[in-house]
């Protein structure tokens, strides 16, 4: 599942086949309003289906109709890009780094009370992938896939930048360091928890954020725009809500409090009686200092490291990958029949 049409057409770059270039083949009953994209990832037949719009309402909606229409469901791979926390347990985190939830939590009406847990199906998987031997081959399947991802997006003249934007385009400031007009700007100046719709659509640069206010880090290597990138791997708790984290200070407070590691926006709309994995890249630091520059990378070593996940799901085919008949079908962003 997708939220958005980018974190879609970066996992549709990762299909190996696809079953519907003539038409939808399957169908999908009287109330369902999703629209899917089938095929096959690796051993698994898969459907692809973009929601509505962003929040867990949509993902609500999508999920159910979803399991209308695809009987057989067993697995979600939900797919896209996040908010994360620049520091994660005892490793910094970088932008186009991958999340991997083993709980998720909503954070709009937050309550620790064990809910967000993950389908019984999928635990077994995610305390597998949580080892340092199984994380060490996710990591290596999913640069490999995103190689793959680059590489297919070029021979498509894709439109959209999935290579690494460079380091120097990686930065972040204090928490209480908001992204807002330095002067001449009385929404900005009046509210010191508050900055304008301009400032939100503008980049650091182009407001006057101070470079100086940056926190300096050790990045992995100082790697230029289009260098190799193999992402990070963090497998932990997800805070999700309908309301996108753009405060450092609430960042770090939720953070804390509740032990989540990123912010996303659909995972708590898709419940404990779905089997569902969310898997998202981190676009941005979950702070006011938002850009675009990131998301279609992130969008794409999320969905790398979700073929890498893939692999592992246990497949009930007997090697032969054709076009499943009619009816047999289940769904995910990811998903097998």
Not at 49 to 73: D, E, H, K, W
Not at 120 to 134: H, I, K, Q, S, Y
Not at 322 to 335: D, I, N, Q, V
């Amino acid at each position: 599942m997708c939220a958005l049409s980018r974190e879609a057409d970066a996992v549709l770059l990762l299909f190996d086949e696809f079953w519907d270039e003539a038409g939808d083949p399957y169908g999908r009953v009287k109330s369902d309003t999703n629209f899917y994209i089938t095929g096959r990832i690796g051993k698994h037949n898969v459907v692809l289906t973009i929601m509505s719009g962003m929040g867990t309402n949509s993902a609500t909606y999508a999920a159910v109709n979803l399991r209308a229409s695809y009987t057989g469901l067993q697995l979600i791979l939900l797919v896209g890009i996040c908010g994360g926390l620049p520091r994660i347990g005892d490793k910094d985190a970088y932008l186009g780094d991958v999340v991997v939830s083993k709980q998720v939590v909503g954070y709009d009406n937050m309550l620790d009370d064990g809910t967000g847990r993950p389908n019984a199906d999928v635990r077994p998987l995610l305390a597998a992938l949580d080892t340092e031997f199984m994380e060490k081959r996710l990591k290596m399947a999913a640069a490999i896939h995103l190689k793959e991802l680059q590489q297919e997006a070029k021979e498509q003249m894709r439109r959209a930048e999935y290579h690494y934007p460079g380091a120097k385009n990686d930065a972040i400031y204090p928490p209480e360091y908001s992204h807002k007009h330095k002067d001449l700007c009385r929404a900005c100046a009046e509210n010191p928890d508050f900055f304008c719709r301009s400032a939100f659509q503008s980049s650091c640069a182009e407001i006057g954020c101070e470079p100086d206010k940056l926190i300096p880090r050790e990045h992995r290597e100082d790697l230029p725009k289009g260098a190799d990138f193999a992402p990070e791997i963090f497998i932990g708790r997800l805070g999700s809500g309908n309301t996108v984290m753009k405060s450092g200070l609430d960042r770090d407070r939720i953070a804390a409090k509740y032990n989540v590691v990123a912010f996303e926006m659909e995972g708590a709309g898709i419940g404990e009686e779905f089997p569902c994995i969310v898997v998202k890249g981190i676009c941005d630091y979950a702070d006011s200092h938002k850009n675009k520059i990131w998301q279609n990378f992130a969008a794409a070593t999320a969905a790398s490291v979700a073929k890498a996940i893939l692999a592992w799901f246990p497949s009930s085919s007997d090697g032969q990958y054709e076009p499943p008949p009619k009816g047999m079908t289940w769904y995910s962003l990811f998903s097998k029949y």
